[in-house]
């Protein structure tokens, strides 16, 4: 009869059965007394409520925080690849939609290689 790949003898052998008990000695944890007597969670002393910042509070730091004139342009270059990806891949539609994008955030190089990419789509 055929043997199985269970039955099959490959020479190895495995004991399961480890003595983990064996040698050591059963006893508790010491686990140290807390006195929680003086700890209070009554916390209506401590919390004030805080106002929230309106829309306008949010706009207004927006309009005063300064936009890094060197990040802006990386950020329009890098639209400016996008586009000619997009109008490689033959998506004008999203070629488009960022040169709208370049049109209103970029310097005057950026607006002039927009409308540049915008005439060869139409």
Do not use: C, W
């Amino acid at each position: 009869a055929d043997k199985t790949v269970a039955q099959e003898d490959n020479g190895m052998e495995f004991m399961l059965d480890f003595p983990l008990d064996e040698g050591k000695e059963q006893t508790a944890a010491h686990v140290p007394e807390i006195n929680l007597a003086d700890i209070s969670l009554d916390m209506d002393d401590i919390v004030q409520p805080v106002a929230a910042a309106s829309v306008d509070d949010k706009l207004a730091v927006a309009d005063a925080a300064p936009v890094d004139a060197v990040e802006l342009y990386q950020e329009v270059a890098t639209k400016i690849d996008l586009a000619r990806a997009y109008q490689e891949m033959g998506d004008e539609i999203g070629a488009r939609e960022i040169l709208d994008e370049i049109m209103l955030d970029g310097d005057d190089e950026q607006k002039q290689q927009a409308q540049l990419i915008l005439k060869q789509l139409a």
